[in-house]
Each structure stands twice: as structure tokens, then as C-alpha cells.
């Protein structure tokens, strides 16, 4: 079976979130700001592209964070007081051997980075080297941003071009020598409600990541 690399995982992930807006503007005939879409709409949206696009991995929704620590292949996960509280929106894990891949969070309408910090964090923790056996390659905050006015085109792209200058620091908190934060934007949409939205992705990867 073809392998299915992170670039497509996360332009699935995009789709996602363009068909999800597609369906909140059916349903609300078009006359509701895409901020108002509630965010489960978004997130078994992708879910549903991540699935369909990879069907050698397992989609699985609300996944406990303490399954993704794994322990090596044919043992028991390693248990984490907090992790055991804790829950990823998303995770795509290997359909033979149940580990887990990658890690995906999803947000609406972030207009400032501090909505998505607790969601980095968590993603650049589930990726640290030091977890024994950890097998996550990378993970996403997949998030929305809008804006009402008639400038919303300048206005997100000011609003993203701010999150680019802010991901330098982001990584000096965050990442160390082994990991790193990108960000991918899917481009600025106008919807016929009056506004425009655009989909975003703040990527975090394992340099050298895990080989099989």
C-alpha cells in the first residue's frame, strides 16, 4: 500500500476544513459568520479526510494522550498521571500495529496565538525524545482564522504574517534540538455570509523522525 506522507496528511487536513465550512454555509443559508461553526463540525470534518486519505492508518477521535507515549513495539503504554486526564482531538495511528503517527488539534476562529498555546504545548510535550519509544512523527494545532470587515483579506494576512514572527520565539520556548515549528496557511477565503476565513496550520516535527 502507498505510504501516505505528512504533506498529504495535512493538505487532507485542509480539505477538511474547507468541507466543513461548505456544510456550515448550507446549513445556515449562508448568513452566519464562519466564527459561529461549532468546532466539532471542524473536527470530524478532517477527521473524515485524514480517514479517507489514509487507509492504512486508524482515525481515532478523542485519543487519550497517554496511549500516544507509547512504550516499544510489543508492550504495555507507559502511563502518565496527567496524560491519563488528557485527550488529543485527533489521532492517526498505523492500522497494523496501533501506534501512534501523528497528533492533530483543532481550533476555530484564532485571532491571537495565546488561543492555540495550551494546544502547542501539548503537541511539542507528545513529541518529546526523551518519552521511551514515543513513535509520533509530527503534529498540528489545525486552526481558522476570520475577520468581518471589508479590509479581511489585509486583515488576516497581517493577522498571519504576526503569527510568522511569532513562531521564532514560539520554538526557542517550545522546541529544542530535535523538533521545530513551521506554519502552513491554505490561503484567504471570502464567504458569501460577508466574511473571510482562512485555514491555517502550526506544524510540529521530529527532525530525524522515527524510522520503521
Not at 505510504?3 to 448550507?26: D, P, W
Not at 517550545?174 to 502552513?184: E, K, Q, S
Amino acid at each position: 500500500m502507498k505510504r501516505v506522507t505528512k504533506q498529504e496528511l495535512i493538505r487532507a487536513a485542509f480539505h477538511g476544513m474547507h468541507t466543513a465550512e461548505r456544510k456550515f454555509s448550507k446549513m445556515t443559508a449562508n448568513t452566519l459568520h464562519f466564527c459561529r461553526a461549532p468546532e466539532y463540525l471542524l473536527t470530524v470534518s478532517v477527521a473524515e479526510k485524514l480517514g479517507n486519505t489514509a487507509p492504512n492508518h486508524l482515525t481515532w477521535l478523542e485519543f487519550q494522550l497517554s496511549q500516544a507515549r507509547s512504550a516499544a513495539r510489543g508492550h504495555q503504554p507507559l502511563s502518565a498521571q496527567r496524560a491519563d486526564r488528557e485527550r488529543c482531538d485527533i489521532v492517526m495511528c498505523w492500522a497494523t500495529s496501533k501506534e501512534p503517527r501523528a497528533a492533530f488539534e483543532i481550533k476555530r476562529d484564532v485571532q491571537h496565538f495565546s488561543k492555540i498555546k495550551p494546544d502547542v504545548e501539548r503537541i511539542m510535550s507528545l513529541l518529546n525524545g526523551g518519552v521511551d519509544g514515543n513513535t509520533l512523527q509530527f503534529g498540528a494545532v489545525m486552526f481558522s482564522t476570520m475577520a468581518e470587515s471589508l479590509h479581511g483579506q489585509k486583515v488576516i494576512r497581517d493577522r498571519v504574517h504576526d503569527f510568522r514572527e511569532r513562531l521564532d520565539g514560539w520554538h526557542a520556548a517550545y522546541g529544542n534540538g530535535n523538533r521545530r515549528l513551521n506554519i502552513i496557511s491554505g490561503g484567504i477565503k471570502k464567504r458569501r455570509a460577508g466574511d473571510y476565513w482562512a485555514p491555517l496550520a502550526l506544524v510540529a516535527e521530529r527532525i530525524q523522525p522515527y524510522k520503521w
